[in-house]
């Protein structure tokens, strides 16, 4: 009786998960995806089904935890912004995987957003005032408006009276519309999908300015990664919108598929980040922590 | 208006009415000071609540202020004021803030208006105290508006440290209104309790004090009717404790049942009187009549035996005369004692002017004088018996007085009563019979009847009126009489 059960556990184990295998690690940050715990699990069932493997997203706060926790070898692939993508790094440490396209298109925008209230205009009338920025490493939450203040030949430092970051753009939309802040940058792609979810909250934002259309925040994996793996992911994610399960959970993260696009689609992000780069230091607003 | 005055209200009524005042300033004192504990404890606990708060926020301030991440300071306010601890949500965040050192805001919850980096401008004298106290606070502190109103607050202050350095400070003030709602609610709960122990304790002090009173009003109506005369049909009161008002009702009692005995007794005792008084008069009336009468048969006799002796008939028929006309006026006068009537007869003041001429034709040759003093008015009408009285007292002047005397007639009127005054200067009247005077058959003269004055005395009671007598031995005596003057104008 004893070894049939202990057959039985052998016979069912490798066919479940491969647990001889270590698990798939998969960076996210609550930047992009809020605290969506129950989506994050079917997610990743989905991916260990087809995969075959155990898949365990590691979800932190900003863009720097994860890019810290990817370079550091503790995850393998990570859904990034697109402004860490671009920052060159000596030696590389990642790769682009895939690109998620969004209302058909590999591309978002950044919304400068005010209170309904306000008066403000256009990006200059917040000279003197509140910002919010989503976070350091968000090309749509901090590179955009920080280029835009560029542009103005101002800095970060004097063109606000006050800054600060929420490390979350819907919570940058939030600061907005409870008037912590009297204006925030913020992932259009975020914004578009609080409207349907949240509608009380954007309703209380305008959008004054709407930024050329950027590379979709980019899923990368660290270079030294199993290139079996790499293939199985890149292969898995980009046929999602080939079943009904992967459907499913595309509608849930209101994206149409993932895509192989070219490294230059995120040459908008690199030119402005480039050009940032040589008008000024990059983190002077971070705080020294 | 005796319903105006509560001196003349029952005792019963005042009785429960001063139950019910005292069972309804206990009740009330009560009352106000369970709500003052109540709201005390409320408040004390309301205090202890916005401290928490406040703590609870400034756990994780400081960190986010060295990180001058001012979102993370906002949402911190923000979870704070939305938290709703399990059922007893009876506090309100008004409002909350954490400021630098120097009264900068890092973080409010009402953003709009209080916006970050800027010095916290309070709108007012009495805010203005409040931000310096909470500037200055050192240790957590709770702030209180004070009072007993809707509007007030509690608030907690709990100053920030950053290794032993001094970072700012949070406010956290909670609305006393929900608390507000409570005490009211529960004040009105104790006011209508009140007001049912207060009805209960009244309806109660009625019946305990009507039961109480009931022997008292019983002896009060017992005693009234004493006063109005009324003893015969008194019904003893019921005794039902023995307490005080039990002891007095049987005092009362007994005071009633002497009482009645002791009426019974005078009615039996004026009865002897009036038998003693007839029984007087008849002996009076038997002496009187029958002294002349045994000289009349007397005479009867001898005439009878001498029937052709005229000296005889010539000296014993005057005898005879007289006699029997004395026995008529003794008759007359007894009847007119006796038989006084309620007579509405009036006569005017002129008949007793009148009276002055037959006291002048009694005198006769005498040398008496006469003073007459008339100063009614003319247009008088009084009593017919009024002529007896005047005529009687006259006449007794007259007869008393020797040669030389004089006579003093006054009649005036003085408010409703009419007087009259007889004065002579006679022999006066000696003090020893002055309480006989008015007696039937009491004289001082040798052929006095001795019902002269009891007439004038007798008519001047039937008239409602009064006399009196002054006289001093060999001086002389005056009669006062006054009567009421029965009608003012002549008909």
Sequence with gaps: MRIICLIVIFWITPFNASSTEPPIRFGLTAVVLTEKTRFLDQWSKYLEQKMGRKVEFALRKSYRDVMDLLESGGIDFAWICGYPYVQPRKPETLQLLTVPIYRGEPRYHSYIIVHHNSGYRHFSDLKGKIFAFSDPDSNSGFLYPLTLMGERGEKSATFFRQTFFTFNHAETVQAVSDQVADGGAVDSYIWESLAVSRPDITEKTRIIDRSPSFGFPPIVFRLGTNDHTVQLMKDTLENMDNDTEGEKLLAQLKLDGFGHYPDSLFNGIRAMANKLQRTGPKYSLLPAD | ?491
């Design chain 2, 1 to 491: 208006m005796p319903i105006l005055s509560p001196r003349s209200w029952p005792l019963a009524i005042k009785l429960s009415l001063t139950i019910t005042a005292v069972v309804t300033a206990v009740g009330f004192m009560i009352g106000v000071v369970m709500v003052l504990q109540d709201w005390s404890r409320f408040h004390d606990e309301l205090g202890e609540k916005a401290l928490l708060l406040a703590e609870s926020v400034a756990i994780t301030a400081p960190k986010a202020m060295r990180r001058k991440d001012h979102w993370s300071l906002y949402l911190s306010l923000k979870n704070m004021a939305s938290r709703r601890p399990g059922t007893k949500g009876t506090h309100e965040v008004v409002t909350a803030m954490i400021l630098d050192p120097e009264g900068k805001i890092q973080a409010h919850l009402n953003p709009a208006e209080n916006p970050m980096g800027l010095l916290f401008s309070p709108g007012n004298d009495i805010e203005q105290n409040f931000l310096e106290q909470a500037m200055e606070a050192r240790t957590p502190i709770a702030l209180s508006s004070g009072g007993f109103s809707k509007a007030g607050f509690l608030e907690g202050v709990v100053p920030l440290f950053s290794d032993q350095k001094y970072m700012g400070v949070v406010r956290v003030r909670l609305s006393v209104a929900q608390l507000y709602e409570k005490a009211r609610n529960s004040a009105f709960i104790v006011l209508s309790l009140i007001l049912l122990f207060v009805f209960i304790g009244s309806a109660l002090g009625t019946i305990v004090s009507r039961r109480m009173v009931k022997p008292l009003t019983a002896v009060t109506q017992g005693l009234e009717a004493v006063g109005r005369g009324e003893m015969t049909d008194f019904s003893p009161v019921p005794i039902r404790d023995r307490d005080e008002i039990g002891r007095l009702s049987v005092t009362f009692n007994q005071i009633m049942a002497e009482l009645a005995e002791k009426k019974m007794l005078e009615e039996e005792a004026a009865m002897s009187e009036k038998l003693v008084a007839l029984g007087r008069i008849t002996a009076g009336v038997a002496h009187e009549v029958n002294n002349p009468l045994a000289g009349l048969l007397n005479c009867i006799d001898t005439l009878r035996k001498h029937p052709d002796d005229k000296k005889l008939i010539d000296r014993y028929l005057p005898v005879i005369d007289n006699g029997l006309h004395r026995i008529k006026d003794i008759v007359h006068n007894l009847l007119v004692g006796l038989k006084i009537e309620e007579s509405d007869d009036t006569v005017s003041i002129e008949h007793i002017d009148n009276l002055r001429e037959l006291i002048v034709a009694e005198v006769g040759d005498r040398h008496i004088d006469i003073i007459w003093n008339n100063t009614s008015d003319k247009d008088l009408n009084v009593p017919g018996k009024l002529e007896q009285i005047v005529c009687n007292l006259l006449k007794n002047a007259v007869e008393i007085l020797p040669d030389n005397g004089k006579i003093i007639f006054s009649m005036y009127q003085d408010g409703p009563y009419l007087n009259i005054d007889v004065s002579d200067n006679g022999p006066g009247i000696s003090p020893n019979i002055k309480n006989q005077l008015f007696d039937p058959f009491f004289t001082t003269k040798p052929n006095g009847t001795g019902l002269g004055l009891w007439v004038v005395y007798r008519l001047v009671q039937s008239m409602g009126g009064v006399i009196g007598v002054e006289s001093e031995e060999n001086q002389g005596s005056t009669f006062h009489v006054a009567v009421p003057v029965v009608t003012t104008k002549a008909a």
